[in-house]
């Protein structure tokens, strides 16, 4: 089956289910809550106390998980952040669009180039099936969308655009207010994000890229306190006692990739630098772990945010009425195999993290190992589930509602990732299949369990032969047809 007989064929299953997926027709709810999805940007899984880092404290993230839910195996749909976000809209791929060229999206410059969305789009968006279920909408914060996928376009109240310490005390008196309808809201927070423009100053050459630097005031301001060491702790205490060690995937994985080597050569998109591959060569140790204590820190601001907007919900007396979702767009390598930033299909750059609370509704404290999650194609069905109505864009994505409630469900085996480089498909035994593309076809099986730092893969091992021809056949069949 083609790539495009096979979506139109998903598009069609999707609306050959009940009236209601296509539709939006309204169903009976007893309880209609509150949904805030807090949305950080560039955090990986691991960066969060409650998932076992002791480099950082994020006492209001692990507040969520405290009272409810964290997922460990959850993946975005594509590991940078404008086809992410297409995927929070839309419930989608960011490969069902083009950009303006007729090209697939997946990756940033195109993504953001995508032209007016089809009808059969506009109408099965995560905005469209909640205003026919009577919420509220709203959106604070990063957009990066291409602009009929931004949030004005598709009738969220666009409330405010700063991304940072306004959008919380912004979203906390909006929150306070009284609401004669349910609301669903977007709050998208970005300080973790700031990391980026680190290795981006330090290797800045060219004039484009000096200029681009002297605009980012804000970023760069945010990175220089994220920077500084403690006061009245010597470098030699810093280095022993406080700042995070080099990853115990520091060096590149054995064979690595032609795609990998690639992607170090990437600009990210800004002219005349190569920022990535500098750093790869030139960064010490020290400026690793430079780099790694900045990224806590950073990811520490964006919790005292999120402290802000749990304040408020508690205040307001609202816990008991407002489902909140956590998760980020994609993670950062920070220095695992050498690597900066995203793209990349190790679990530092696609892992994320995927938590819910609601009080008296989600029993608090648990961890679900098991479950595999996309967050751009679960999103849509799970809020319009707690919405009371059906909604769905991709066949593929499923209601997370089962088990925020801790029912037995029937699970998805494997889940597609999209990539600028490639696709992956991880199975819940914790293989994960990699196909790369970008230089050439190459592939590479990993297992988790046995390499949770992906540094042999077991792609020719004798051993895992028929493992490997199982993967491929859900790459094909069930994920990405044609390719």
């Given at each position: 089956?083609k ?17 209601t997926?296509c539709?939006?027709q ?14 950080t ?15 950082l404290?994020?006492p209001?993230?692990?507040?969520i998980?405290?009272?409810g839910?964290?997922?460990t195996?959850?993946y975005t ?17 960011p490969?069902f669009?083009s ?9 940033n410059?195109g993504?953001?180039?995508i032209?007016?969305?089809s009808?059969?789009?506009k109408?099965t968006t995560?905005s469209?099936?909640?205003q ?9 914060g990063?957009?990066?969308?291409p602009?009929s ?5 598709l ?5 405010c ?11 906390a008196?909006?929150i306070?207010e ?13 300080e973790?994000?700031?990391?980026c423009?680190m290795p981006i ?6 004039e484009?890229v000096k200029?681009?630097i ?8 945010s990175?220089d ?12 205490e810093?280095f022993?006692?406080y ?12 064979d ?5 080597k690639?992607?170090?050569d990437?600009?990210?998109g ?15 140790d ?5 780099q790694r204590?900045a ?5 520490e ?13 508690k ?15 994609h993670?950062?390598m920070s ?7 995203k ?6 750059s696609?892992?994320?993290p995927?938590?819910?609370?609601w009080?008296?509704?989600i029993?608090?404290?648990?961890i679900?190992n098991?479950h595999l999650?996309?967050s751009?194609l679960d999103?849509?069905?799970t809020v ?6 059906k ?13 925020f409630?801790?029912k ?8 597609g ?19 790369y593309?970008?230089v050439?076809i ?6 988790l369990d046995?390499d949770?730092?992906e540094?042999n893969?077991?792609t ?8 490997l ?12 047809p044609?390719y």
């Amino acid at each position: 089956m083609k790539r495009n007989d096979f979506f139109k064929y998903l598009v069609i299953a999707g609306c050959l289910l009940p009236s209601t997926i296509c539709k939006g027709q309204k169903e009976f709810s007893k309880e209609k809550p509150n949904i805030i999805y807090i949305f950080t940007d560039q955090q990986s899984a691991s960066m969060m106390s409650c998932a076992g880092n002791q480099w950082l404290k994020t006492p209001a993230m692990d507040y969520i998980a405290e009272s409810g839910i964290r997922f460990t195996r959850a993946y975005t749909t594509n590991p940078v952040c404008s086809p992410a976000r297409i995927s929070l809209m839309t419930g989608r791929f960011p490969g069902f669009f083009s950009d303006k060229d007729g090209n697939q999206v997946r990756e940033n410059e195109g993504a953001v180039n995508i032209p007016q969305v089809s009808e059969e789009v506009k109408n099965t968006t995560i905005s469209a099936f909640l205003q026919n279920a009577g919420y509220e909408l709203f959106y604070g914060g990063k957009q990066h969308l291409p602009p009929s996928l931004r949030p004005a376009a598709l009738g969220f109240n666009y409330y405010c655009s700063d991304e940072r310490e306004k959008l919380a005390e912004e979203t906390a008196k909006l929150i306070k207010e009284k609401h004669e309808n349910p609301y669903f809201m977007v709050v998208s927070l970005i300080e973790s994000h700031d990391i980026c423009f680190m290795p981006i100053r330090d290797f800045a050459t060219s004039e484009s890229v000096k200029n681009f630097i002297k605009k980012s005031t804000v970023e760069c301001t945010s990175l220089d306190k994220a920077l500084e060491m403690p006061p009245g702790v010597t470098e030699q205490e810093f280095f022993e006692k406080y700042c995070p060690p080099l990853p115990p995937n520091y060096e590149p994985q054995k064979d690595e990739p032609k795609a990998i080597k690639y992607l170090i050569d990437l600009a990210a998109g800004l002219p005349n630098s190569n920022f990535i591959r500098l750093a790869h060569d030139k960064y010490t140790d020290k400026d690793w772990r430079m780099q790694r204590w900045a990224y806590c820190k950073l990811v520490e601001m964006v919790d005292k945010r999120v402290q802000t907007i749990l304040d408020a919900i508690k205040e307001s007396g609202q816990e008991e009425n407002t489902l909140i979702i956590f998760s980020s767009d994609h993670g950062e390598m920070s220095g695992a195999h050498r690597l900066l930033h995203k793209t990349a299909f190790y679990e530092e750059s696609a892992s994320i993290p995927f938590m819910a609370m609601w009080k008296g509704h989600i029993t608090g404290g648990r961890i679900d190992n098991e479950h595999l999650i996309s967050s751009g194609l679960d999103l849509l069905p799970t809020v319009c589930d707690y919405a009371g109505i059906k909604g769905m864009s991709d066949p593929r994505g499923r209601s997370l509602r089962p088990l925020f409630e801790g029912k037995k469900v029937d699970w998805r085996e494997t889940l597609g990732v999209e990539s600028e480089i490639g696709r992956m498909v991880v199975n819940k035994n914790k293989l994960k299949y990699i196909k790369y593309d970008v230089v050439g076809i190459e592939e590479q099986l990993f297992d988790l369990d046995r390499d949770p730092y992906e540094m042999n893969p077991f792609t020719n091992d004798r051993k895992y032969k028929q493992r490997l021809v199982k993967m491929r056949k859900a790459f094909t069949s069930e994920w990405f047809p044609g390719y």
